[in-house]
């Protein structure tokens, strides 16, 4: 397949890839892939959804590098200790950052609590008043978003510096990206048409209302800044002849923990980022919509891929090892 045919390919899709709009690759370091569709520029951004959590991923092994957050055996109430257990409640007093990270830490009720975190004035907070329980530490596999916003206040305890802010200056800055900004929905509907609108955005990071950025989604990036976070994972914390996160992290990042739930058919998981072969270690950071930092360090490539909001889109990775990846192996 020819750059011309896979974009003909991807312009003229009525099924999943329908809702592309940027694809960005690299092969042994260097640039070899950018294309654009729906009218967007390289540098406009889509709101990437769940691959927000492998960014954070990284900020949070950023932390730990500069000793700001002991390990991640840290105990999550160490960082909180203003904060009310509520009565009864065990559990949490044993909840490691470890469990937030490989989505293994125990919470009341079911599913993702947005209506109560996201109307409180403290989503930190309210998202530890749902974390331990009855059941005690279990370290099953317990896919949550809403309530990650407890590693931002983590981060922010840890660094007295608010996510966006960290971000810019010790991941975004150094490989390149333009600086973000805060950005805060004042209603519920504003909050909504974030999530779903599918017009191009800038470099803003989805925040609560006392900026600390959401790390469960919410961060707006380009296919192209995509692929220079998946090329620092690639060549393990380096970027541009610079170190900016340390090769332990990124090694104990993407080392692959198996997940027992027989609803994710079988999938490995490391911190905040999807295993998909553990025997190439292949890896990649996923968001709903199809949303997709891929890393095959055996080929030495990054692939990213952009897309705006369709729901019906969850796991773009088999199109990509299907048509992006051949396509990118032949270039030179």
Known sequence: MTKDELHRYIEESKGNESNICQICAYKDGQMVYSDTWHDYKKDDCVHIMSATKSVMSLLIGITIDKGQIGSVDDKVLDYFP???????????????????????????????????????????????????????????????????HILSGILYKATNTKTVDYANKYLFEPLGIKPYSVYIAKTAEEHKQFTIEKTPKGNVWFCDPEDLGTPGYGLCMSADDMAKIGQLCLNMGVYNGKRIISSS????????????????????????????????????????????????????????????????????????????????????
């Open 249 to 332: 992290w990124i090694e104990e990042m993407t080392r692959p923990r198996v997940i027992e739930n027989q609803n994710w058919q079988g999938m490995e998981y490391g911190y905040l980022w999807w295993i998909l072969d553990r025997k190439k270690n292949i890896y990649a950071a996923l968001g709903n919509s199809g949303n997709v930092i891929f890393i095959d360090p055996e080929k030495n490539i990054v692939i990213a891929v952009a897309s705006y909001f369709k729901p019906t889109v969850m796991d773009r990775a088999d199109f990509i090892r299907k048509y992006i990846e051949p396509f990118v192996c032949e270039l030179i």
């Open 82 to 148: 203003d904060y009310k257990v509520k009565r009864g409640e065990k559990t949490i007093y044993d909840v490691t950052i470890k469990h937030l990270l490989t989505m293994r830490a125990p919470y009341k009720g079911k599913g993702d609590p947005w209506s109560k975190v996201c109307s409180s004035d403290n989503w930190t907070y309210t998202s530890l008043d749902f974390l331990g329980g009855k059941k005690g530490i279990t370290d099953e596999f317990n896919y949550k978003t809403v309530c990650l």
